[in-house]
């Protein structure tokens, strides 16, 4: 397996799957039978009429797949659970957890990152369904004392907006560390209010930030009164079988995947990360860093399609799987509560008209690969041990070998208008990272300047590449990043990035849009600006540039 610091697409089928041309097939070369490393049958089944996965010819080419990204990932070991046929499957663990370490089981346990955020959604809608919050219930109706320097305007954010990614804060979680329960009031009462800084007024335009979900969970533990972890453990994980799942570090046992990555974010090297060395955080926690199996993953998929009562109603358990705010403003997707909602899905060059819901995450040590068809009764789950690993090809290997899919349809073309491109040009101001950025239109294509990566030496293109009318393509360091050009309601226009959100006025607002800041307000600077490319460089959602430019 290759071990290097790259940034690939952790969460890559959520829009679009599809394999490279040069990959010669979903099996990527190695033979479906023999040594695959399927171990289902040593395990036994998940339930008591399960096909018995180890003697299951079904799962070759599936088997084949996981090895051949395991190869070409950071990963050493992966586990994999399937929803067939009615049943929670294990098909196997794959690879080695080490020298000495033992074998991969069904109960071997990874961190599955920011497929967190689907299990603090369904949290809080149980308080919604109770009667002890609304969906309009906003931070500051529970936390009336939290003041926020720089974003004010932020605990005017609804429980709606945090879980469905539309809080306008900053993203970054970086440099929380406190792994006591108290650690989450701590880091939100301290730095978050102190030094986060906004990106856009609440509610105003989706954008994707792991303290959304951070202080979702907040709220949560400040209604109900235990630890968050305790209030997912209790009143999630265990009325769904999910015995093997847990919110805390100090609750993994010795079945454990070591992961292969970095122990902080300023660590280049990546190698073997001990469970001592691996990142915890109370304030990250309700975002991203349970602990579960993919047989785990695949019981909370099958409550996501079929629901269970005893855990949340129908009505508000469908809420997840509704599209509540686009992804982009002219291409389809939209984003529900901790789920992206998507129709239609490419498979070796066919499109495929069929709704797809999906999250991933990725941790600095660990890669959850999470995918369900609903129409199918179809769900994966993909634990794998290292940083940023990409198993697309599985994904995609799975559905074609395991699925059974609609005759293929057209896929709508994205839209493109020339004619719009001068609504689009101006000056966009970001006010805490990048400063100004000009866009310009030459012919048919949109220019970016930015000044402020002119005067640190930052490299950058300036022609921009069209995706659609409103969503472009800029490389940054080389590193391709998709902006987005998205309206207000009061005649402003963001252009979004996920860690960078430039805002130009409306007409006659001035140079400034109306956004509120503080005096304090810091000026960009060079350590600001990087900081917010290392993280536009590390989004672990999927840049639809990287899927539609790479895999057409």
């Known amino acids: 397996m290759r071990l290097e610091q790259r940034v690939v697409v952790v969460a890559a089928v959520a829009i679009s799957l599809s394999t490279c041309g040069d990959d010669g097939g979903a099996g990527g070369g190695h033979d479906g039978g023999g040594d695959a490393g399927v171990v289902g049958a040593d395990a036994g089944d998940l339930d008591a009429d399960a096909p018995d996965a180890g003697q299951d010819l079904r799962f070759g080419l599936l088997a084949a797949a996981i090895e051949a990204d395991i190869e070409g990932s950071n990963a050493t070991a992966a586990s994999v659970a399937v929803w067939l046929d009615e049943e929670v499957v294990w098909v196997g663990g794959f690879g080695s957890l080490g020298e000495g370490a033992g074998r991969i089981d069904e109960d071997t346990l990874f961190m599955i990152g920011s497929d967190t955020k689907k299990i603090t959604a369904i949290g809080l809608l149980r308080l919604v369904a109770a009667g002890q919050a609304s969906l309009e219930t906003t931070v500051a109706d529970v936390l009336p004392d939290l003041e926020m320097t720089l974003a004010p305007d932020f605990v005017g954010a609804t429980i709606h907006d945090l879980i469905s990614h539309q809080g306008g804060i900053l993203d970054g979680v970086e440099t929380a560390t406190e792994a006591d329960d108290e650690g989450l009031r701590a ?23 792991n303290p959304n979900f951070s202080v979702a969970g907040l709220l949560h ?56 060395e691996t990142w915890e955080s109370a304030f990250v926690r309700p975002s991203g860093l349970v602990w579960s199996t993919p047989s785990d993953q695949i019981r909370l998929a099958r409550f996501l399609v079929d629901g269970d ?46 709704p797809v819901w999906s999250h991933g995450g990725g941790t600095w040590t660990h890669t959850s690969t ?3 068809l609903p129409e199918q009764r179809f769900a994966i789950s993909i634990l794998s041990n290292g940083l940023a690993d990409d198993f697309t090809r599985s994904v995609v290997t799975a559905i074609e070998s395991l699925v059974e899919l609609p005759e293929p349809a057209t896929e709508p073309p994205l839209p493109f208008d020339a004619g719009a491109l001068d609504g689009l040009v101006g000056t966009y101001v970001d006010d805490f990272n990048v400063g100004e950025l000009v866009i310009s239109r030459e012919g048919d294509a949109l220019r970016i300047d930015a000044p402020l990566l002119d005067q640190y030496e930052i490299p950058y293109e300036r022609e921009m590449t069209p995706l659609s009318t409103r969503v472009w393509i800029a490389s940054v360091q080389g590193e391709e990043l998709d902006f987005s050009f998205v309206d207000g309601p009061d005649g402003e226009t963001y252009l979004r990035n996920r860690a960078i959100v430039a805002i130009r006025p409306a007409a006659g607002a001035g140079a400034r849009h109306e956004r509120r800041r503080s005096a304090r307000r810091p000026e960009p600077d060079a350590a600001a600006l990087r900081a917010a490319l290392l993280r536009a460089r590390l989004d672990p959602l999927p840049p ?9």
């Not at 508000?316 to 997707?333: K, M, Y």
Request: with cysteine.
């Open 187 to 209: 880091f939100v009462f301290g730095e978050l209010a102190e030094s986060y800084y906004p990106l856009a007024p609440p509610g105003r335009i989706w954008n994707y930030s």
């Open 544 to 552: 639809l540039c990287r899927l539609r430019r790479a895999w057409r």
């Open 221 to 276: 533990q400040e209604l109900d009164g235990r630890p968050w972890a305790d209030i997912v453990e209790q009143d999630v994980f265990a009325p769904l079988g999910m015995s093997r799942t847990v919110a805390r570090k100090t609750e993994v046992d010795a079945n454990h995947a070591t992961g292969i990555g970095v122990t902080t974010g300023d660590d280049p090297t990546i190698g073997p990360v001990s469970l001592d």
């Open 370 to 372: 999470f995918v369900i």
């Open 309 to 354: 009562g005893t855990v949340l109603g129908d009505d508000r358990r469908e809420e997840l799987s509704t599209p509540q705010v686009p992804l982009f403003p002219d291409i389809p997707g939209s984003y529900g509560y901790g789920l992206f909602v998507e129709r239609g899905t490419t498979v070796q060059g066919a499109w495929y008209d069929v």
